[in-house]
Each structure stands twice: as C-alpha cells, then as structure tokens.
C-alpha cells in the first residue's frame, strides 16, 4: 500500500470535503483524510487504481489537483488562477453597474439603458457561471449539491430576470443585472478572503514547511581522494552522503555529526528557545539552525522521512480527522443545500401571494439563496483545529489525532512514569562505601568498573563512565542475571556479584542504595546515584493541582524512592513497585474511574499510554514514531504539558464558539432574508465574511493565554 498526498484547490466547504471523500471512497481507497483548512487530501492506493485516473476523476468534480509529481500530466490551467483574480475582474464591471443605484446625486442616464446593463453584467455572468456554475452542476450531477448551487441559482434567476425585461422592455423596474453581477462579485471577494483567513491559520504549519527545501553543501572526493564541496538541495540527499554544515547555514537533513561541534537552535522542531550543544556521533534534526560552529555530517535520512517531514505530516493528518463535536454539523451541512433550495421556494411563493409582487418575491428568493452560508458550519472545526495544531507543532508539541484535542477537556487525573518523565534519566554518581578492609578505594573502583563496563543497564553505565580506566581485570567468566545484575568469576575461583538488594537481602537489612558488590557470599561495599529532577517538574505538578486534577507517580522502582519524590514534588497518590503489565492494569482501573492522561518515556509505558484516555510520550526528536500515544512531547521533558493541555481545552472552546456563531447567523440571517430586510447585494457580503469571523475568533488561539 502507498500513501498518496495531494494538494486539492477549489474546496468551499464541507459539502466538498464530502464529496471528495466520497468518490475515493467509491473507488476502493482506505484511509481517506481531506483536509479542508489546508487543501489536503491523502489516501492509501493498493496499486489497482491509476494515480491519473484519480487525479481526472476529482477534476471532473469541480476541483484542481496539485499531485506534485513532475512524471503526471499538468491539470489544465484555467484563465483565473484563483479567486483573487476572478474578484478583481468581475470588480471592474461591477462598480459601474453600481453606479446607476446613485443616478439622483451624479446623473449618469446612459447607464440606466438595459443593453448597456447587459453587456456590463454578461462578462461578470460568465466568469461566475464558469466557476459557480461548473461545480453546482457536478454537484448535483454526484448528489452532493454544495454551497454553489444556491449563488448558481441566485444569480442565474436575476440574470434571467433582467434578460426578460430588457428584451420585452418592461422598464427599470425589472433590470436587476447589477443584482447578479454584485452577487457573484461579492461571493468572490468572500472567497478570497476566506482563502486568505485559512492561510492565516496554517501559518505555523506553513513555517515548518518553509524549512523543508534548502540548499546543502554536498561533500564529494574524486579518484585521488581530494575532498570536492558542490550546492545540491537537500530533497535530492541519499542516506550515508556526507555534507558540510556552516555558522549560521540550516541543517539540510536529518544527520549525525562525523566531526566538529556545535551550538544549534532546535526552537522550530521542540519550541526550546535555548540553543544545545551537539558533538560527534549526536544527531542533527533538518531544520534545526547551527547558531555556531563548523561540522561534517552524513544524512541518516530522506527528506521524505526526516523528523520535520514526519512532524508536518502527522499536523496534516490530524487536521483531518473530525472530533466528535463536528459531526452534528457535518450532518446539518449534508442536507443544508436542499433545505435553503425549500426555503427560497418557500419564500418566493408566500411573497408573491402576500405582496402580489413578482419582483419584490423574487428578490427575497435571492436573498435567502444567496445568504445562506454552508461553509461556516463547515469552516467551524478546521479553522480552530488548524490554528490549535499549527501552534502546538510550533512549541513543540504533536497531537496525533484531532481526538485528543477535544478529550483534554475532561481530564480529571494525570499519572506520571517516574524515571525519564519526572526525572531526567540520566544517572549520576552520589556516593558509595567500602565494607572490606581487603580493598582500598582504588581497587574497589577497578573491581566494579570491570564488571558493570559489561551492562547495558542505565545504573551499570554510570558507574562504568565515572571509574573508567585503563586497567580492569580479566575475568574466566563474567555474564549478565536478568533482574539482579553482573555476575563475574575470576581464574582463581573467587564469585563476584555486582547488583539490586535482591543479591544482598541474605546479608544485609539495608534496602536504600542501589547497587551491592558481594564477593563469595559476602556483602563488601555498595554504591548509589542519582537521578536528577527535572527542573520543570513541580511547577507543572502544582500547575496541575491548582487546576484540581489529581496527580498520581506510577514506577516499577522502589516505594520509598518514589514516596520521596512524591513527597518533594506535591503528587497526591504514589503507585510504586509495578511491572509493565500491572501499570497497564492501574491505568485502565484508573480510567475506568474518571478520564486519565498518562506521562511516559514512550517505550517501556507504551501498554499503559494506549490503555489510558490520553497518552503523552516524552520523546526525542528521533523517536517520533512511537505510535502508542496521542500526544508528543519534542523537547524530552513535561514543560509543554500544560501548554498541551490548555491548548486542547481552549481549542475545543474555540470550535464551539464557531459553532454557535455558524448556527446563529444562518438561524438569524435567513429569516431576515425571507421577510424583505437586506438585499441580494448586501447578502452576498455578509455571507463572505461570515467565513472571515470565525477565521479571526479561530486565529486568536494564536496569541490567546491557555496556560
């Protein structure tokens, strides 16, 4: 199966998300996701259907497709490349239609002729109807009828109109061109804006995407080894080339450093406004900035699969998705077409029975038509979701899923893994103590250091990394007891065990440190570290309790280690001493109860992060695939975790202030259509900037406080 990523242009509303969707659907393709705010579409193709024969099939509905595939034949260009340019044309023609509204203060007679009238509004008809006029007719023609029929049909009913009058010479009072020619001008000009507002909220996304293609300096070396340096962009890099990276140049591609250090600014993948220094054999993220220094990389990975592509990727995909809170208006707007079509006709009839009016029916009629406003509904959720996400990927956080936004609203309990979430994981010598009067400090140190060099545990590299040396001891055998630690046996025979208490409780009562050394059955010194706390920890923990969401420690260590921690950072309740499969059984328990997010490393939590009902993964850079959780933290601690928190909250706000606003207005604004109290025109304006509302009310996510 290969997944397919197209840039769709021409979708106005939900109605035309729905119809995309549907017609792939038709066509067999799984996993169909379009995304309205961005012009996104993505489907997976098992290889029966022909990418061509897709691409021709969506055109055929109304839409232009952007396959970025040079090998694909070009959609054919329209003479109006977007809505901006069918405004300002239709705009040159319309303004003078206009001015015969004014005929009292600046006496223009001639334009009161209706051929004069005509050939003004013809042009404007023409291009609306190319545009209006194509998609409504594929619309109904594939039983989605969208937001276009009805200005189709509005303005298509004035046009004629006025046709009729002026080729019998029924006087002005049938001459309503200015009528057709200002709606389809003013939908236009809606449109537009309504473009432009969605770029507004994709502005972050389209940040990170602005990072994507750059030049890199390639490294080449000829048949006598000279080492060649030549510009390529860096979409054409293969894993294993090798690149040259400057002061101040951005890191091209996913890469690790071969030689050289330097200071690099990760603030556009993790939000970390702080530059970290990286030096040989650490990664370099694409996208990131060298603030300073000089290095030689070679690429680890494709600009298809780099972490910034992953990242865009996984926003657009979960701009896709639908929280629950839409499907109420994902189903009014499937049936919101024909339900206005009703009313118009509804609305004609009643006037002309009660005003005995034609014309004045007639305009209500056009009114109600051209007022009516699908795409706010449509508009509601993705515009908010776009902004919320397009933030959160700027401060570094990924949601996978528009899901998890609305969920945060509920949460009633947070539950942290300790080690690598609370604390930083990374382990430091605290002290230790000599038992045997057989060992001095310096023999002891080489005792420990040639059995613990042989451990992959965390504890055991520690140690191995602070009493490094030349000299260690040649064991005859040395292995490595799952659960209890390194087990070593010299040539003379004698037994050495460096480990948990699980090898000491025979011989002492002592459970605080961490690890024992034991030589033949006897108990001769022991050594402890530390693991920091991360410096964020207890401001987010009282965060969370000043919010009064229960704080709960979840560890496989021992209790009193997790009691002290505990204890020092403010956590309510400390669950301590558990395997994977028990913290998996804790966080279901727990869910059960209430809604619970979960705070884990990602790897040894993933059970417990997919049981609970939002799991947050601590994660590098590199890691950004583990796929248990809902949630990614970029920048490898829990700082973002209130950001993500408030922004799910206040995006979830955000739709539903959208939502009540695309609700209103139309419940609002139709009957005051229907009743004679606006005109075609003015309702052709207010129906734009119906959309531009609630891309403002959505864009202030931008610069809101959520924390």
């Not at 017609?23 to 993505?42: C, F, H, I, P, R």
């Not at 702080?274 to 494709?302: D, M, N, R, W």
């Not at 699969?305 to 629950?324: C, D, F, G, Y």
């Not at 304006?685 to 531009?692: I, Q």
Request: contains cysteine; proline residues 3%.
């Amino acid at each position: 199966m290969e997944t397919v990523n197209w840039k769709v242009d021409g979708m106005d509303c939900s109605s035309c998300v729905l119809t995309i969707r549907q017609y792939l659907e038709k066509k067999g393709l799984q996993d169909v996701k379009v995304n309205l705010a961005g012009g996104d579409v993505s489907f997976l193709i098992n290889g029966q259907n022909k990418k061509e024969e897709l691409r021709k099939g969506i055109e055929s509905l109304g839409y232009t497709v952007d396959t970025g595939d040079a090998t694909m034949a070009p959609s054919p260009q329209r003479i109006f490349k977007n809505h901006k340019q069918r405004f300002l044309f239709c705009l040159i023609f319309t303004i003078p239609l206009m001015l015969h509204m004014f005929d009292k203060w600046i006496h223009i007679h001639w334009l009161m002729n209706p051929w004069i009238q005509l050939a003004l509004c013809l042009p404007v008809f023409i291009v609306g109807m190319d545009f209006f006029g194509r998609s409504a007719i594929k619309s109904i023609r594939n039983g989605l009828p969208n937001m276009n029929v009805l200005v189709a049909i509005g303005a298509t009913a004035a046009f004629v109109y006025s046709l009729a009058g002026a080729i019998f010479g029924l006087g002005e009072g049938y001459l309503f061109f200015e009528t057709a020619a200002s709606v389809i001008t003013l939908v236009f000009l809606g449109n537009y804006l309504e473009d432009s507002s969605i770029q507004s909220t994709q502005k972050s996304l389209n940040k990170l995407a602005s990072s994507q293609k750059v030049m890199a300096n390639m490294i080449a070396y000829d048949d006598e080894h000279n080492e060649h340096i030549f510009p390529v962009e860096n979409t054409a890099l293969k894993v294993g080339d090798l690149l040259l990276i400057k002061n101040g140049e951005q890191v091209p591609a996913d890469c690790k450093i071969l030689w050289g250090d330097a200071t690099i600014d990760e603030s556009i993948i993790t939000g970390e406004s702080l530059p970290i220094h990286k030096k040989q054999k650490e990664h370099l993220i694409g996208g990131s900035l060298l603030v300073e220094g000089t290095v030689k990389v070679y690429v680890t990975a494709e600009a298809g699969n780099s972490v910034l592509s992953n990242i865009i990727n996984l926003v657009k995909r979960a701009q896709s998705e639908k929280p629950p809170v839409q499907q109420l208006a994902d189903k009014i707007s499937a049936i919101f077409v024909p339900i206005v079509l009703g009313i118009a006709a509804i609305t004609l009839i009643a006037n002309w029975i009660i005003l005995h009016d034609f014309t004045a029916a007639l305009m209500r009629s056009i009114a109600v038509l051209v007022i009516a406003c699908p795409c706010a509904m449509g508009l509601a959720t993705p515009a908010a979701i776009a902004v919320g996400l397009g933030r959160a990927a700027r401060n570094g956080v990924l949601f996978r899923n528009a899901h998890s936004l609305e969920t945060f609203k509920n949460i009633q309990q947070v539950v942290f893994d300790k080690t690598g979430t609370l604390t930083t994981g990374k382990f430091a010598l605290a002290s230790f103590e000599i038992l045997s009067n057989e060992y001095s400090e310096e023999t002891f140190k080489q005792l420990v250091f040639s059995m613990e060099k042989y451990s992959n545990h965390p504890i055991a590299q520690c140690i191995a990394q602070e009493w490094k040396q030349n000299k260690a001891i040649q064991f005859a055998k040395i292995e490595e007891e799952k659960g209890l630690g390194m087990k070593a046996i010299t040539k003379e025979g004698d037994t050495f065990f460096a480990g948990s208490y699980k090898i000491a409780q025979a011989y002492t009562n002592d459970a605080n440190h961490n690890v024992y050394i034991l030589k033949n059955d006897q108990l001769i010194g022991w050594i402890d570290v530390k693991d920091e706390v991360r410096p964020e920890a207890m401001p987010v923990v009282q965060y969370l309790r000043q919010r009064n969401i229960r704080t709960i420690l979840l560890s496989g260590d021992r209790f009193d280690k997790c009691k002290q921690l505990a204890d020092f950072l403010g956590i309510d309740e400390v669950i301590a001493e558990q395997t994977p499969q028990q913290k998996l059984e804790v966080v279901e328990n727990l869910t059960l109860k209430g809604p619970t997010a979960m705070v884990g490393d990602g790897i040894n939590d993933a059970p417990a992060l997919a049981k609970a009902t939002v799991g947050i993964s601590l994660s590098a850079a590199s890691q950004i695939a583990v796929q248990t959780a809902d949630v990614v933290l970029m920048d490898n601690g829990i700082k973002n975790l209130p950001l993500s928190l408030g922004l799910g909250k206040h995006t979830y706000k955000t739709i539903q202030q959208n939502l009540f606003w695309a609700f209103a207005y139309n419940i609002v604004a139709i009957p005051v259509a229907a009743f004679g109290l606006l005109t075609p025109t003015f309702g052709a304006l207010v129906m734009g900037l119906s959309d531009v509302v609630l891309a403002i009310n959505s864009g202030r996510l931008f610069v809101k406080k959520v924390v």
